[in-house]
Structures are given as C-alpha cells and as structure tokens.
C-alpha cells in the first residue's frame, strides 16, 4: 500500500521515524527505486539516509520562492473505505480557508489549547489543529487514545479543546459508568469545547456525554478530505439542540441536495449532497476520471446521501454506496446504526446489506457488546420491534465492529467476511 500511494503520487523524498523501520525495510527493494529514503531519529538504518546529517550544512535562509493561492500545496490520501485510497491534492487557498474556518467555528483564541489526537495523515485532526495555527495558540500532540491518557494530557496540559473520534469518547464514557475514572480526579475545569467528526454521531452518545460534563460546548463537524477536512458542514456550538444533524454550511461553504441527475432536490428529500466552497480539491491527482465523477460546475459530489429539515439544518442518512435496497425499499443503515446505539448492552454497530435470492439483499447488523455483559439474538430483535418491520436487522451477528484508525467502520472488509463483496460488485455492474 505504501509503494503504490508513493507511486501515485509521484513521491521523489520519504521520511520516516523509528516506528516504521521494519515497514520500510520490508519493501526497501520496491518503496527505494529512484527515491531518497530519510530517516528522523537515531541508530540510522543502512538502506536510508540520516536526517541530521543531510541538513548539517543547509541554509536556514528562506528560499526565494514566490508562492501564489493557486500553487498546488499538498496530496491528501482518501481513507480507502470504498476502494483503493485517491491522492487528493489541494492548494493553498484551501489550507488557509481550513485554518481560517476552524478557528471561526470554535472561537479559538491564543489562550486555548487544542488536544491534537493523530493520525497526522488524516485530514480531521491535522485541519482541527490548523485553528491552532491561526490563532496563534499552544497545541498539544498526543500519542495514545485510552481513557486515561486522554485525560491524563487534559489535566495535565490544560486542554481547553479536544476533538474525538466516536470510539474514543465512547470509550470514556463506558470507563466513568464503570467508575474506573473519576473526574475528580483531573484537573477539568478549563476544558470548554468536546467536538467530533470523521462518521455519524449517536445523539444518545452526546447525551450521556452531557450528563459528565455538563458545561461543554459541543459541535459536530462533517466534511471529507477532498473539501479540506471536516467543517464544511458543521453543527455550531450554539446548535446543540439540534444534534443528529450535521448542521449547516460551514464559513464561506454553500450545499445542496441532488438527484441521480443533477437536480437539486426540495426541502425533506433525500439525495446526495453536494458541498461548494474555497476548500474544495484541485483533482484527483493523476486520476482525471475519478476527478470528472466527483467535481462537476464547482460543486463535490460527496457520495453522501442527505437531507435538509424546514430549519435549515442538514442530516446525513447514509453513504450512498452503502444504501440497503431490500424488496424495493431503500434501507439507510446509519438510522438503524444510531438506533442500535441506543441499546444499554451494545458498544458498537455497524449495519449492512447480505445478500438474499428473494428481496434482494437483507439487513445484517454487526454487534459489539459491552465488556462484561451478555446479550442474545432475541433481546436484539425485541429491542428492534420499535422500528418499522422493513427497517429491523434479519440477521444478528455478535462480532467485532472493525474501524480504521480514523473512526470509520471498514464496511469493505464486512462485506467480505460475510460474502456480501460479490453483491456489491453486481450491484455497480448494474
């Protein structure tokens, strides 16, 4: 995976640090071919070269190198949920509006100091912390996502603004039920602002979050790397009544929702919605494909199927690639997915389509139970006769719920396991 990303995107220089020796040296033979390997760290591996010593005698002038809103500034991979990852390139333009927009959303100011939880790669917490930047304010990187450790660098640090990832906070919260933290403890009184991005949030999981920390701020924010990241819808902290939603236009964005054709659609249908604003990507990189698929008039067709409510506000139903169609009727899975979550015994969910000779394709939900409790298949479907009958899962499967290490379920690597790939694939056929 790594030689074919820096073959798409033409990588000439690779650093790396200690961590991923073994993973560079594995495909040493292959990644080394006509690129300069560097390492960062010490006990330098033989196969690379050493970062200190090639910037021993390098200037530290500045490069007299004008550089202009259009110059293309940087290649973001996608997460690779519904295929092989895409170089997403951006210019500067739209780095400076992902600062400019974070720092607006959150007020950040010089005294705050915003919890950075990587991936780095990824464009949600590198973009978040780009608000830092903006602001001219303290940021603090932290590697480690247990409980303790985020609340430990909280305390200890004076996080003012952290952003989570579903799981994480999850995650918290189950370790406080459990009375394995206490928030006393911690030094949290200047911690002002929660905020998530990255997949559908559960407002049963804001509401509980409430009830520990009553004086949060709280936002949502929704956006995908080829828009910059997350923001370009956002709830806004001054929403929390609405949450569920995604929100509204984030700073200098406008949306839409679509038809199969390209029409937008009124107020309460559901389609795919559209995002248009200076953050928007250059292409795809060497893909003009793909680029003509996703960018038409301005305007990113995000795959997202959405809605918007008589406020204004709008709500993400689905990725329109994981829509359930069953006997005829469109099944969303996050509806069931946010439902689901509102189980006391269940940890995770993910839902998808199986595959079945008379409707088509079924509803499975995948379940992660609580740590320490049981739960069966019948309390499951008993739990599930507050749906509508088409909306309730035909299938249970009590089982890890995988999530890469950006919080987004791999609905890829379900499907496969529970041979659901080869209906996907007729489907995109057809």
């Known amino acids: 995976m790594i030689g074919d990303c820096a073959d798409l995107a033409e990588v000439h220089i690779l650093f790396f640090g200690p961590e991923f020796i073994g993973r560079i040296e594995s495909i040493e033979d292959e990644l080394g071919k006509g690129r300069l390997l560097i390492y960062v760290g010490d006990g330098c591996p033989t196969f690379a070269e050493s970062y200190p010593e090639l910037v021993a005698d390098c200037s530290s002038q500045a490069p007299l190198v004008r550089l202009e809103d259009e110059d293309d500034a940087a290649i973001y991979f996608s997460s690779g949920t519904t295929g092989f990852p895409k170089a997403i390139l951006h210019n500067h333009e739209s780095l400076m509006q992902a600062a400019q927009m974070e720092q607006k959303h959150h007020l950040t100011d010089r005294d705050d100091v915003f919890l950075c939880i990587p991936p780095l790669y990824h464009t949600g917490a590198k973009f978040h912390w780009m608000g ?11 590697k480690g996502t247990t409980p303790e450790i985020i609340l430990d660098a909280v305390s200890q640090e004076h996080c003012t603004i952290v952003w989570l990832l579903v799981p994480w906070a999850q995650d918290i919260l189950v370790a406080l039920d459990k009375g394995e933290l206490k928030l006393e403890d ?11 991005g990255a ?6 999981l804001i509401k509980h979050w409430k009830d520990y920390f009553p004086d949060h701020l709280y936002d949502t924010n929704y956006g995908l790397s080829e828009s910059t990241g997350p923001g370009c819808v956002h709830l806004g902290i001054e929403n929390i009544h609405k949450v569920g939603a995604i929100g509204v236009p984030g700073y200098r964005w406008k949306c839409k929702i679509v038809d199969e054709t390209g029409n937008e659609l009124p107020q309460g249908e559901v389609g795919e919605l559209c995002v ?9 990189y060497n893909d003009p494909k793909a680029t003509e698929e996703t960018l038409k008039d301005g305007w990113l067709y995000t795959g997202d199927m959405a809605k918007m409510d008589e406020d204004g506000f709008y709500f993400l139903v689905d990725r329109k690639k994981d829509v359930i169609v069953s006997g005829g009727e469109n099944i969303y899975p996050v509806q069931i997915e946010n439902f689901l979550s509102t189980c006391d015994k269940v940890q995770d969910v ?3 389509g199986l595959p079945d000779d008379r409707l088509g394709e079924i509803t499975g939900a995948i379940i992660s139970i609580k740590e320490g409790m049981e739960c069966s298949e ?9 749906l509508p009958r088409y909306k309730r ?6 089982a890890e719920v995988p999530r890469n290490a950006t919080g987004k379920i791999e609905k890829p690597a379900l499907r496969k396991k529970y041979g659901a790939d080869e209906l996907v694939a007729k489907q995109n056929m057809g």
């Open 132 to 142: 830092s930047l903006c602001a001219g304010s303290k940021a603090v990187l932290l």
């Open 186 to 196: 911690y030094e949290l009184s200047q911690w002002r602002l929660m905020h998530i």
């Open 199 to 204: 997949q559908p949030v559960p407002p049963s």
């Open 276 to 284: 248009k604003g200076p953050g928007v990507m250059t292409c795809y």
């Open 350 to 352: 993910a839902v998808i």
């Open 378 to 386: 019948e309390e499951i479907n008993e739990f599930c006769r507050q």
């Open 393 to 398: 899962p035909k299938k249970i499967i009590f």
